[in-house]
């Protein structure tokens, strides 16, 4: 249960250990941007690549794409983004802050009046001043221009979410793959949103990867692949992050929170520091995407069912999780603050494969030179060693006390420490992150 993590503490472990940084921080950095430092960027691979695996390889049906971020802006009008992909926003008269109305407002919803109403007693948040306007909705795609001139015919936009180019490759990877409904086509990829009002950390941000996946279906089949998804991501979390289920919550929208294309959507939320909050969504889309795209391009996207004798457009359900939302989670997740023995540690109880450190091995005494080339020894044999995918460290910073709470800190489920015993009888002493106990074990059998 996370319930006494604190988004500070999340917030100063990223920062000092290296999991998250700032952007361009130097210059004191950009609203709703966030580079990942080494031991984040490790992390968010390992998510990945679970992600991957459950999504992509280990289903015959679904195949990955990985396709360009600009796309023809035809792509964006014809998905309704460019009239469509807009938040409510109020500005202040006073101070020019921007606000989002619905946040503002307390309630997840699209509808103007209810947010006119809602709001009439509301002062901005930054001064504290009565003098909002009312909530006009805004579009929150990024523009470019594609070119050397820059004028409305060279307009582009970066992608808001992944979904767009996996319909206009929907044709593509179905011909190349032979592929028959139900099939799914999956992708990871940068998108691009410029929120109103970035905040939570890497919670909502401008510039966001996303892993999303479209399953193309039969459309007497839309209840049931809707549920295989809500289920699939359910236990995405639990079985495969070790997310406890006390911390996740079902959210269903209702008619005015729903996006432009969905016909039903169900969120997972997760209990982040700042409350329970949307993590992993799940949309029904219905034929939508194919039928807009089959209009405005001229090309048939239609579906002939060999057995049934029929033609008709593919239904598509959708799963869709932020790559550093699911980040939060499993730091918070993780997050633990216990006293051993009178003293404070934080420990990141992350599941081993997830760590981006498998094991860390340290000289008991770094001006030893027996000790540090014993150790360099069992270094080097465990790197070696398929087991610990590469996730192995040399630490031999500070004392071995310091050097306990730096791995507890970063996650890494065992440290291996080398020190005069081990030239007597080539044992090591292993040390268990989540429980702090000690055993010596044979290096052979490391
Ligand atoms: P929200 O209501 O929080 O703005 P959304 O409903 O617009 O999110 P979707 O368009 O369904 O989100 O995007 C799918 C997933 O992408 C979300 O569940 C979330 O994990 C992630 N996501 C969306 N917007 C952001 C953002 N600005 N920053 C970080 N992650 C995001």
């Known amino acids: 249960m996370t319930k006494n993590v604190t988004l500070e503490g999340i917030v100063s472990l990223c920062k000092r250990r290296g999991f998250v940084f700032q952007s361009s921080e130097i210059y004191g950095g950009l609203a709703g941007f966030y580079d990942y ?16 695996n459950a999504m992509v390889r280990e289903n015959d049906n679904i195949f990955g794409l990985d396709s360009a971020i600009i796309q023809n802006p035809k792509l964006w009008e014809a ?23 619905d946040h503002l407002a307390g309630k997840d919803t699209n509808d103007i009046k209810e947010l006119t109403k809602l709001l009439k007693d509301k002062v901005c948040p930054a001064c504290g001043k009565k003098t909002l306007t009312p909530p006009r909705f805004y579009n929150m795609m990024m523009k470019t221009w594609v070119g050397p001139v820059e004028d409305s015919s060279s307009v582009a936009y970066l992608r808001p979410e992944t979904a767009g180019p996996m319909f206009t490759n929907y044709e593509n990877v179905r011909e190349t793959m032979r592929a028959k409904l139900p099939f799914g086509i999956a992708q990871i990829g940068k998108t691009f949103r410029n929120e109103i009002s970035p905040r939570d950390f890497i919670f909502r941000v401008r510039e966001l990867e996303q892993m999303e996946m479209q399953y193309f279906i039969k459309p007497q089949a839309q209840k049931k692949s809707y549920e295989q998804w809500r289920k699939f991501a359910w236990e995405f979390l639990t079985n495969r992050l070790g997310i406890d289920e006390s911390d ?17 959507a169900h969120d997972i939320y997760f209990r982040f520091p700042q409350g329970f909050k949307e993590l992993w969504g799940t949309h029904d889309r219905t034929d939508f995407d194919l039928s807009n795209h089959s209009k405005a391009s001229g090309k048939d996207l239609s579906y002939y069912d060999d057995e049934t004798k029929e033609r008709f457009t593919p239904f598509v359900i959708e799963s869709s999780v932020g790559v550093g939302r699911i980040l939060m989670a499993v730091l918070t997740a993780a997050y633990h ?17 997830l760590a981006p450190y498998k094991i860390a091995v340290s000289p008991l005494l770094k001006n030893k030179p027996e000790l540090v080339a014993k150790a360099r020894e069992v270094y080097e044999l ?32 065992k440290c291996v420490t080398i020190d005069f015993q081990t030239m007597d009888d080539n044992t090591v002493t292993v040390r268990d992150r989540d429980t702090t106990k000690q055993k010596r074990v044979d290096i052979v059998n490391l």
């Open 37 to 52: 430092g080494p031991l984040g960027v490790e992390l968010v691979n390992n998510i990945k690549a679970e992600w991957w």
């Open 79 to 101: 998905s309704g983004h460019v009239a469509g992909f807009t938040d409510p926003l109020v500005d202040c008269k006073n101070c020019g802050a921007r606000h989002r109305a």
């Open 337 to 353: 603050v216990e006293e051993i023995n009178g003293e404070k540690r934080v420990v990141l109880k992350l599941d081993p494969k």
């Open 382 to 413: 465990l790197k070696d060693n398929p087991s610990y995918s590469n996730g192995v460290m040399w630490d031999d910073n500070g004392n071995i006390g310091k050097r306990y709470r730096r791995q507890d800190e970063i996650g890494t489920p």
């Open 248 to 264: 996740l919550q079902w959210h269903e929208h209702d008619k005015d929170e729903r996006a432009h294309y969905a016909a039903a």
